[in-house]
């Protein structure tokens, strides 16, 4: 069983940033091997993806974003840490979602949307955006 565990959700004003943390302290196999992403779900909405950074043993660096969100959010990931972020900019109320960190259960999961070999979600933090 792989635990996710994401934390820096809370509230903030229109235009205000937060970073988003994910670790996977359960996981026995080499962090690296795995793909991290986030996730979100609104009030009333499906869940929705937002980002994806690849697996990092020869993909180091390679990410994708989902429209709504690029240029204002970057992925990135500690592999060192087994953490993966979300560094969200300029926020907006239509942002308000629980945000869910994600992984694959194989290594080495291949990329192609729209979950990019993401199936394991986290438990999720609440992101509110004020305006």
């Known amino acids: 069983q792989v635990e996710l565990v994401e934390s820096g959700g809370g509230l903030v004003q229109a235009r205000g940033s937060l970073r988003l943390s994910c670790t996977a302290p359960?996981?026995?196999?080499?962090?690296?091997?795995?793909?991290m992403g986030w996730f979100r779900q609104a009030t009333g909405m499906e869940r929705e993806f937002v980002a994806a950074i690849r697996w990092s043993s020869r993909f180091e660096g390679q990410t994708i974003y989902a429209e709504s969100v690029k240029g204002r959010f970057t992925i990135s990931r500690d592999d060192a840490k087994k953490t993966v972020y979300l560094q969200m900019n300029g926020l907006e109320p239509e942002d308000t979602a629980v945000y869910y960190c994600a992984t694959s259960l194989r290594a080495y999961a291949s990329w192609s949307p729209p979950h990019y070999g993401m199936d394991i979600w986290g438990e999720g933090t609440l992101v509110t955006v004020s305006s």
């Open positions: 359960g996981r026995t196999f080499i962090f690296s091997q795995y793909t």
